[in-house]
T-cell receptor
Framework: GQNIDQPTEMTATEGAIVQINCTYQTSGFNGLFWYQQHAGEAPTFLSYNVLDGLEEKGRFSSFLSRSKGYSYLLLKELQMKDSASYLCAVMDSNYQLIWGAGTKLIIKP | DAMVIQNPRYQVTQFGKPVTLSCSQTLNHNVMYWYQQKSSQAPKLLFHYYDKDFNNEADTPDNFQSRRPNTSFCFLDIRSPGLGDAAMYLC??????????????FGPGTRLLVL
């Protein structure tokens, strides 16, 4: 079966750095997405990785290792507005998105 | 601004009473998706349209139907809502089904409450 694993919840302090991990087992691989979802709202696109390595976008970076079936999302200089769920999703060989259940990130002052 | 619009944002229905959720897009994308998302769970794909071609997920209950009368609009019909169908329903679009790393664009969602 296809499976995406990520921690259920994480807590971090305002101004700090946090890393959210995602491991996956899917039928084929056509890229990995990270989305941010605030409570009661729709997911919004953060990043896309299809090749191994680090993609940096401002305070957010995403890393991929295809051989390990592993990705992480790195958030720097945390702000209170970063409190949200972060969803990892993998596009499989049929171009279907396989979603993780999301990691709820709680930011404390 | 180009966007994905869902109406209504909140919908209350009675057990067994048919309900229709609507989605429209100004992006002129080929693909439209309907997802069901329950609290603290991953979005679950119900079905999607590639142009007029309807693709139903194998585990989507028959109670859920969809219509896409034109490129811009897509509807989700729940014929006999049960208590277990209370959820957030997300509509999303993509230009060409995700090839080349294109993301899906989501509407704000409709939260369905079944009484």
């Amino acid at each position: 079966g296809q499976n995406i694993d990520q921690p259920t919840e994480m807590t971090a302090t305002e101004g700090a750095i946090v890393q959210i991990n995602c491991t996956y087992q899917t039928s084929g691989f056509n890229g990995l997405f990270w989305y941010q979802q605030h409570a009661g709202e729709a997911p919004t696109f953060l990043s896309y990785n299809v090749l191994d390595g680090l993609e940096e976008k401002g305070r957010f970076s995403s890393f991929l290792s295809r051989s390990k079936g592993y990705s992480y999302l790195l958030l720097k200089e945390l702000q209170m507005k970063d409190s949200a769920s972060y969803l990892c999703a993998v596009m499989d060989s049929n171009y279907q998105l396989i979603w993780g259940a999301g990691t709820k990130l709680i930011i404390k002052p | 601004d180009a966007m994905v619009i869902q109406n209504p944002r909140y919908q209350v229905t009675q057990f067994g009473k048919p309900v229709t959720l609507s989605c429209s897009q100004t992006l002129n994308h080929n693909v439209m998706y309907w997802y069901q998302q329950k609290s603290s769970q991953a979005p679950k794909l119900l079905f999607h349209y590639y142009d007029k071609d309807f693709n139903n997920e194998a585990d989507t209950p028959d109670n859920f139907q969809s219509r896409r009368p034109n490129t811009s609009f897509c509807f989700l019909d729940i014929r006999s809502p049960g208590l277990g169908d209370a959820a957030m329903y997300l509509c999303a679009t993509s230009r060409d089904g995700g090839r080349g790393g294109e993301t899906q664009y989501f509407g704000p969602g409709t939260r369905l409450l079944v009484l």
